[in-house]
Structure formats: structure tokens, C-alpha cells
């Protein structure tokens, strides 16, 4: 007995499931403004302190490192204003980690948004990114009254804060979509994560001086280090908002066309943490 064959033509094309940008950018850009502001208002709904709190936890951990690292252990390498340094690089980690560790879970804890069938997947990672650029904003208030208490006086190189952040936040993004993307169907992304998170701090150049590398290392040790988009940004930033006693990201690498190397690996993250996410967006809902 032959087996019957299935017809499927004149059935039109197959429907596909929600993608990761929607059907209308719009849309996209007002549900990842409204998810992010309410969060935001939300965290700290109900306490005293409110936003507070916000500035209260890396100062706590600030006030900790310095007197261990500056008063205890110098790693200061020699260079002005290593409390004020200290503390950025304390803000900008906790944006990242925030950023990131923040979307794993994002996908899942927005189960209910998720599988509305018209609902952009993307601007759940996207608010979380958002999010933390709201907390980062606030951090960096309490970085610059601390500089200008130290002595730190304004200077046009503030403005390339700007891209810098910008370019750190397309990183952070990048990380984010794979995470969110990839934690629904594998659970263990999380404790990865974590450790990676811990690994990315001791490495990167928050507690010590990039110079102290220098120094101890030699130029290829800096260099390895910097090829990390995070720890390439924060130097930079140093450089550029703190003092210019903080060496540039380009000249601690000894060339500035290294510099593309971070560069490139932010791009190639974000565009393959994008193919991911929306290879993944339309088999979210049923994964979950």
C-alpha cells in the first residue's frame, strides 16, 4: 500500500514566527523606552533611599578597593587622581555586568510579553541595555563631583565620553543578545557567565594601573589586556575624562591602529549576537 502524498501547493508561503525587530521599527523603539523607564522607576519603588541606592553600592565597593589597593597594596602605578580612576572603572564595570547579567534572564522573566505573537523580541535585551544606561548616568554624577573635588578641572576631551560609552554600550548590547537568546534553551549560560563576568574584572585594568602592567609585563602583556573592548574603552576613557597622565588606550598598545582590534571585535559581536537572536526569535515562545 503506497503511502499518499501530501500536497502543499497552492497553500501560500509558510508563516514565520515573531522576528527580533517586529514589523515596524516604531514599535520597537517605543517598547524598549517604556519596558526600560519602568524598570527603572520600579527597582527602587517603595524604599527609602530610592535611586540612591543606585550610588550607594559601587561607592561601598570603591571605598573597600581603594583602602586595600592604594592604602594597603599600591597599584596605583603613579598616576593622578587613582581614587577618581578607581571609581570609573568601578561605574563602567557595573554598567557592563549589569547590562549583561541582566539579560540572561530577560527573555524568560518577560514570558508574558514574549509570546504576544506581534511582539518585537529584541526590545526586551534592548531595555536591559537601556536600563543600565539609565543607572550608568547617574554613577558617573558621583564620578564627576568626585574629580572635581580632587582637583579635576573641565576639558573638551570630556566630550569623547560620549562615543566611548556609545561604543561600550554596542558591546554590552552585542553580549546581551546572545546571552538572552541562547539562556532559553540552555540554562547553564548563566553560571557561565558569571564566572566570565569575575574573570573580566581581575583582568581588566579597574583595580590597577595599566601602566603597573607595563612595567611588570612588558608592552605585550599590555596589549593583550587592551584587545578586550572593555578594558581598551575604559583606559581610553581615563585618558580622556580623568587625566591625560592616564595614557591613551593607542599609545599603551604602542600603535593606534591596534586599537582597530577592539574595534573589530565590538562589530563582529554585535552582528553576530544579532544573527543569533533573530535566527532564535521566532522558536522563542515555544521554547520558553
Known sequence: M???????EGLGRPIKGP??????PRRLRQLTWTIAVTDFRLRFFGSVLGY????????????????????????????????VALLLGIVLFGFFSEATSGSVRSLVERENLVRKIEFPRLAVPLAVVLTALFNLGLNLVTVLVFLIAAGGRPH???????PLIALLAIFATGVAMILSSLFVRYRDIEPIWDVVLQVLFYVSPII??????TQKGGEGATRAILFSPFAAVLQQ????FIDPSHISA????GN????LVPFGIVIVVFVVGFVIFNRQAPHIAENL
Open 19 to 24: 522576528s527580533a525587530l517586529g514589523s515596524d
Open 208 to 213: 590597577y594601573m595599566i601602566s603597573v602592567v
Open 256 to 259: 593606534d591602529f591596534l586599537l
Open 52 to 83: 540612591l541606592w543606585q550610588l550607594i553600592r559601587p561607592l561601598m565597593l570603591f571605598g573597600v578597593l581603594y583602602v586595600v589597593f592604594s592604602q594597603i597594596f599600591d597599584l596605583s602605578g603613579n598616576v593622578r587622581f587613582y581614587p
Open 2 to 8: 503506497s503511502a499518499t502524498p501530501i500536497v502543499t
Open 237 to 240: 576613557a581615563r585618558h580622556a
Open 250 to 253: 593607542g599609545s599603551a598598545m
Open 156 to 162: 573638551w576631551s570630556w566630550l569623547e565620553l560620549i
